[in-house]
């Protein structure tokens, strides 16, 4: 049918066909397969419609939030960095601007826009895009690139095909888990939305402090998320699969020790009496729709209470928002059976893995885009090497 074959148009698929059609120097001989009716589906819906394309990090830093192995990642980094995609998208047409955090983003804030430049950009390359088509064993090619996703979102298509296709090859898959989802508290009844700045937020398994972070975090009609629930989803989901404890700790006033906040309350219901009234003092350091769940959580509290309680609101987590919801997938096709110089199988030769059907993830941050980019070209280019070589 085609020399290269690559099952999946998403973000690594499409950046795998581009590469792959620019070492050959001729993308006829490449047929990307996509399970809808348009390529980069997913992509759409990345950053709340807006798409972190990437995180403009130096490695040192960009590694500590790859996941559960960031050395094996390193060599498609090197091949294809942030910096390099930065340029990629602006020669595409895509004008980018870096936000807090140091996350890529297109200028327009469409996600469409990066969706559209990579599907235009593989069909300038010549690659043969069959729609609504899923891989089947008669698809026979000399290389073959599996760049199906995980299961997040699989409305898009992201079903888990790409772990069948690796199995059948007698590739071994790892626990796949929901990962950057939110995080659902027992008894919990919130209504509506709430987001938080400058806030810390502590994950606790079976009693031990296993991560903390500090930033920005949302309570939802779903739980906990935001950027802080969603960096901590990933351990906290992970405990829940293997029936730990988890609870997280969410710390309303980090940069304030409770001597402090005492001494703020000592002021204020010296300036205001009223204020003796623990609802109307909690409004004056609480955002007002979070008073009332405060204080039906801390039943009885009083004055001297509140600053412990503002340090150290505790959630016992019972459960997660499934792959409908979950960014990104954990787990997937194993790390030890992938040269992480090629992406080429180290069972099969010839077949080549990249994006999130590998057991590589990252944080919320733009982090999961740069991984599929950049595997996704490491085995375009690697494909394209290989055909040359046989």
Same mark, same amino acid.
């Given at each position: ?81 942030n910096e390099a995609v930065r340029t990629f998208f602006e ?129 939802? @009609? #779903?739980? %906990? /998320? ?6 901590? &989803?990933?351990?906290? +989901?992970?405990? $829940? ?20 906040? @005492? #001494?703020? %309350? /000592? ?6 009496? &009223?204020?003796?009234? +623990?609802?109307? $003092? ?23 209470? %509140? ?84």
């Amino acid at each position: 049918m085609s020399d290269i074959v690559i099952i999946g148009g998403g973000a690594a698929g499409m950046m795998a066909a581009i590469f792959a059609a620019g070492r050959l120097g001729d993308g006829s001989r490449i047929t990307l397969l996509d399970k809808n009716d348009r390529l980069g589906r997913k992509i759409y819906l990345t950053g709340k419609g807006r798409c972190n394309i990437t995180n403009m990090r130096p490695w040192n830093e960009f590694s500590r939030h790859i996941h559960p192995d960031s050395r094996f990642f390193k060599p498609a980094f090197k091949c294809f960095s942030n910096e390099a995609v930065r340029t990629f998208f602006e020669e595409a047409g895509v004008p980018v601007t870096i936000e807090q955090g140091r996350r890529l983003f297109p200028v327009s804030m469409r996600a469409a826009d990066v969706a559209q430049a990579l599907e235009r950009r593989v069909k300038e390359c010549g690659v043969k895009i069959l729609y609504n088509t899923s891989w089947k064993q008669e698809f026979d090619s000399k290389a073959l690139i599996v760049s199906t996703g995980g299961r997040s979102y699989p409305i898009t298509g992201s079903t888990g095909d790409g772990y069948d296709i690796a199995r059948s090859f007698g590739h071994n898959v790892t626990r796949v888990f929901p990962s950057l989802t939110a995080l659902m508290p027992a008894g919990y009844s919130y209504r509506g939305t709430v987001e938080l700045r400058n806030v810390a937020l502590a994950l606790y398994v079976d009693r031990d402090l296993v991560q903390r972070e500090e930033g920005e975090m949302s309570f939802t @009609n #779903d739980g %906990i /998320e935001g950027a802080l629930g969603f960096r901590v &989803s990933r351990r906290a +989901v992970w405990a $829940l699969e293997n029936g730990q404890k988890v609870t997280l700790s969410l710390d309303l006033k980090p940069a304030l020790s409770p001597q402090q906040i @005492n #001494d703020r %309350i /000592e002021r204020e219901i010296e300036n205001d009496t &009223s204020l003796k009234s +623990v609802p109307k $003092l909690l409004r004056r350091l609480l955002p007002a729709d979070l008073v009332q769940p405060f204080l039906e959580v801390h039943n009885g509290l009083s004055i001297s209470m %509140i600053p412990e309680a503002l340090k150290d609101w505790r959630f016992p987590i019972i459960s997660c928002k499934g792959y409908e919801r979950a960014v990104v997938t954990a787990g997937g096709v194993s790390l030890k059976e992938i040269n992480p110089k090629t992406m080429e199988s180290l069972v099969r030769p010839g077949l080549f893995f990249a994006g999130e059907v590998l057991d590589l993830d990252g944080d919320t941050g733009g982090y999961n885009l740069q991984v599929a980019f950049s595997t996704g070209a490491l085995a375009g280019i690697s494909a394209a090497d290989y055909l040359m070589s046989i």
